[in-house]
């Protein structure tokens, strides 16, 4: 069976810190990895995606995730964040047509 | 990008009541459409997948006669809360996709918070 796991329910930052939003999934096949991105009254939107070849992807807002498959991990990390990436992050993985995901990460990013 | 809406966004409904929630691809034909449930602070869950003018297909332990979908247009897909109970509130939100759109690019709704008193 596969599960997805996001270690932290809640991160408060300041703004312009570096934040890391972690996630572990267990399956014991290839999986695809994905970050989702909910904004307040609004729905999911794809953030970044892994599907093959190199295991650092970026988003255009400037995040980015690392797949590592010995840790079975797919944190999703940004340098320096603003006020306005306050959401809710999921972190998911798709199998058999379906996705499949985490119990999502709260970002509240304080001035 | 495409553009899904739910409606109601919230509705409040007493115990034994149906209640109806519509999902519609506002910009594009949604072969497919998803049904998901979220309970607060917990992850979504999907409930069932339906592709348009066909039957549903529900996920393990989900009532297919509590959560009745209907997918009978390209844009349009109902789920409808059968006799609702107060377990039964949640968040519930659907996603679409078109046929030649990858499974990771569903468009997601703003989602329905149901109460029911």
């Known amino acids: 069976a596969q599960s997805v796991t996001q270690l932290d329910s809640q991160v408060p930052v300041f703004e312009e810190a570096p934040v890391e939003l972690r996630c572990n999934y267990s399956?014991?096949?290839?999986?695809?990895l994905f970050w989702y991105v909910q904004y307040p009254n609004q729905g999911l939107q794809l953030l970044l995606k892994?599907?093959?070849?190199?295991?650092l992807v970026e988003s255009i807002n400037g995040f980015e995730a690392e797949f590592n498959k010995s840790q079975t991990s797919f944190h999703l990390r940004k340098p320096s964040v603003h006020i306005s990436d306050t959401a809710e992050y999921f972190c998911?993985?798709?199998?058999?047509?379906?996705?499949?995901f985490g119990q999502g990460t709260e970002l509240s990013v304080k001035p | 990008g495409a553009v899904v809406s739910q409606h109601p966004s919230w509705v409040i409904c007493k115990s034994g009541t149906s209640v109806k929630i519509e999902c519609r691809s506002l910009?594009?034909?949604?072969?497919?459409m998803f049904w998901y449930r979220q309970f607060p602070k917990q992850s979504l869950m999907l409930m069932a997948t339906?592709?348009?003018?066909?039957?549903?297909?529900?996920e393990q332990g989900v009532e297919k006669d509590k959560f009745l979908i209907n997918h009978a247009s390209l844009t349009l897909s109902t789920l409808t809360v059968t006799s609702a109970h107060p377990e039964d509130s949640s968040f519930y939100i659907c996603?679409?996709?078109?046929?030649?759109?990858?499974?990771?690019?569903?468009?997601f709704g703003p989602g329905t918070r149901l109460t029911v008193t």
């Open positions: 996603s679409a996709k078109g046929w030649d759109i990858p499974l990771y690019e569903q468009y």
């Open positions: 399956s014991s096949v290839s999986v695809y």
């Open positions: 892994y599907l093959s070849g190199s295991t």
């Open positions: 998911a993985v798709s199998l058999g047509g379906k996705l499949i």
């Open positions: 910009d594009f034909q949604a072969t497919t």
């Open positions: 339906s592709n348009e003018g066909s039957k549903a297909t529900y």
